[in-house]
């Protein structure tokens, strides 16, 4: 697939009206919704879970629901989420003593599955479980916090997870998550993602307009 989609993180959305948020960034052309979950234990954040998740759905939200784990160990929640709607569910191999099975649990689910690379873990851990991945995410800041710089040595990383995924053969998203912003989306595409992950740009931005313009935002990206 050569399709880019344009994934707003809600850890930049307003908590306390994250239906509106949510839908307001989707009516004004956003693909997908990533929803990051932190444990205060793989990661130093704490967010949220399957409950909000589900709320999404039950709110009315339609789109796809990429879920994040940052947490572990990641296989009872993985159930949770699949239960609670989730579309795409990724979790870091760091998180899994069994990494293999918790692909399988989420594929089993009925969920997309994919495993995402923080900027210093190496993309070896593909080797073995190319076929039962349905995403690669690769990280461009150390996870945990919205707002943070795009980490440079991701460009080469994502180039050389476009090389692998072209090999392979199979319909793989490559999603980058932080620090991407209108000015830097160019580049990082030409590196070979097609799935974008981004926070503070597009949700602060939103609160700046004064009109709370969500339609100019997207527009820019
Ligand atoms: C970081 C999260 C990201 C974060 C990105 O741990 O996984 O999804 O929200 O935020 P920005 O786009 O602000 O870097
Ligand atoms: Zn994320």
Do not use: W
Request: negative net charge; glycine residues 8%; charged residues 25%.
């Amino acid at each position: 697939t050569s399709d880019f989609l344009i994934a707003p993180s809600i850890l930049s959305a307003d908590f306390a009206r994250l239906g509106e948020e949510v839908d307001n960034v989707l009516a004004s052309g956003a693909d997908i919704v990533h929803f990051d979950v932190m444990d205060n234990h793989f990661v130093p954040n704490l967010t949220v879970g399957p409950m909000v998740c589900e709320a999404l759905r039950k709110h009315g939200v339609t789109a796809p629901i990429d879920v994040h784990l940052m947490v572990k160990p990641v296989d009872r929640l993985i159930g949770d989420f699949i239960d609670a709607g989730a579309t795409y569910i990724t979790f870091h191999p760091e998180g899994s003593e069994h990494i293999d099975r918790s692909l399988q649990l989420i594929r089993d689910g009925g969920c997309k599955a994919g495993l995402v690379f923080n900027p210093a873990t190496p993309l070896s851990y593909l080797d073995y479980v190319m076929d039962k991945v349905d995403m690669v995410l690769l990280m461009s800041v150390n996870p945990g916090f919205g707002g943070q710089s795009f980490i440079p040595s991701t460009l080469d990383k994502l180039r050389q997870t476009r090389q692998r995924i072209d090999a392979s053969g199979r319909d793989i998203r490559l999603e980058v998550d932080g620090g991407v912003k209108v000015d830097n989306i160019a580049e990082i595409a030409r590196a070979g993602a097609d799935t974008f992950v981004a926070g503070s740009a597009i949700f602060n931005a939103c609160r700046q307009q004064d009109a709370h313009d969500y339609d100019t935002v997207l527009e820019a990206f």
